[in-house]
C-alpha cells in the first residue's frame, strides 16, 4: 500500500510538473510569437521607408540628368552665337517650354541674379567689386559653372542612395536572420509543449 501510495504520489508529482511545463512553454511561445510580428512590422515599415527612398532618387536623379542634357545643348547653341546675358536668358526660358531639365538651370540663373543685385546694392567694397567682375563673364562660362555644380550635386544624390540601400540591406539581412531564429525556436518550443502534453495525458490515464 505504502508502494502504491509513493507512485500515486510520484505520478501527481510528475503530471504537475509537465502541466508547468506546458504553461511555461505556452507563455514562452506567445511571447516569441509577438517579438516575431514587431520585427516583421519592423521589416515591413523599413521596406516601405527604402520604396520611399529610392522614388526619390529616382525622379531627383531624373532631374539631374534632364538639367544636365538641356545645359550641355544650352552650352552649345550659345557658343554657335554670341548672346548678351538677356539675349541668352531669353533664349533658355524659350528652350525650357520643351526642355522640362532647363526649369532648374533658369532658377540657378535667376539665384545669380538676386545675388548680383543684393551684393550691388552694398557699400563699396570687395563684394560690389566680386559681383562686378561676376557680371562681365561670359554666360557660357555661367552655365558650364551650373553643369560642374549640377554634376557634384547628382554624385551626392547618387551616393546618399548607395549608402541608403547598403543600410537598407544590412537592415533586411539582420531581421530576416533573428526572424528565422525566433521561427526555429518557436518550432522547438511547439514540439516540447506537445511532448510535455502527450506525456501528461499518459500518466493521467494510469
Known amino acids: 500500500i505504502q508502494t502504491s501510495k509513493a507512485q500515486v504520489e510520484e505520478l501527481i508529482a510528475a503530471i504537475e510538473k509537465q502541466e508547468s511545463d ?19 512590422a519592423d521589416m515591413k515599415a523599413a521596406t ?10 529616382l525622379e531627383q536623379q531624373t532631374s539631374y540628368t534632364e538639367s544636365l542634357y538641356a545645359l550641355d545643348r544650352a552650352i552649345q547653341l550659345l557658343k554657335a552665337q ?29 539665384l545669380v541674379q538676386v545675388k548680383e543685385a543684393t551684393a550691388g546694392s552694398q ?3 570687395a563684394p560690389a567689386v566680386a559681383a562686378y567682375e561676376f557680371q562681365s563673364g561670359s554666360i557660357v562660362s555661367l552655365l558650364e559653372s551650373f553643369e560642374t555644380k549640377f554634376k557634384g550635386e547628382l554624385d551626392e544624390v547618387q551616393r546618399e542612395e548607395t549608402n541608403q540601400a547598403q543600410n537598407y540591406d544590412l537592415e ?34 494510469d
Open 172 to 205: 533586411l539581412i539582420n531581421l530576416s536572420n533573428t526572424i528565422d531564429y525566433m521561427k526555429k525556436e518557436i518550432e522547438e518550443k511547439t514540439l516540447l509543449k506537445a511532448k510535455r502534453s502527450g506525456e501528461s495525458a499518459q500518466a493521467k490515464s
Open 123 to 125: 557699400p563699396s567694397g
Open 22 to 40: 506546458i504553461h511555461e512553454l505556452g507563455t514562452q511561445i506567445k511571447k516569441i510569437e509577438g517579438e516575431v510580428n514587431t520585427l516583421e
Open 48 to 57: 516601405a521607408v527604402r520604396d520611399t527612398e529610392h522614388s526619390e532618387f
Open 82 to 110: 554670341d548672346f548678351d546675358r538677356a539675349q541668352a536668358t531669353a533664349l533658355l526660358q524659350k528652350t525650357a517650354k520643351t526642355m522640362p531639365g532647363m526649369r532648374r538651370v533658369l532658377a540657378a540663373l535667376e
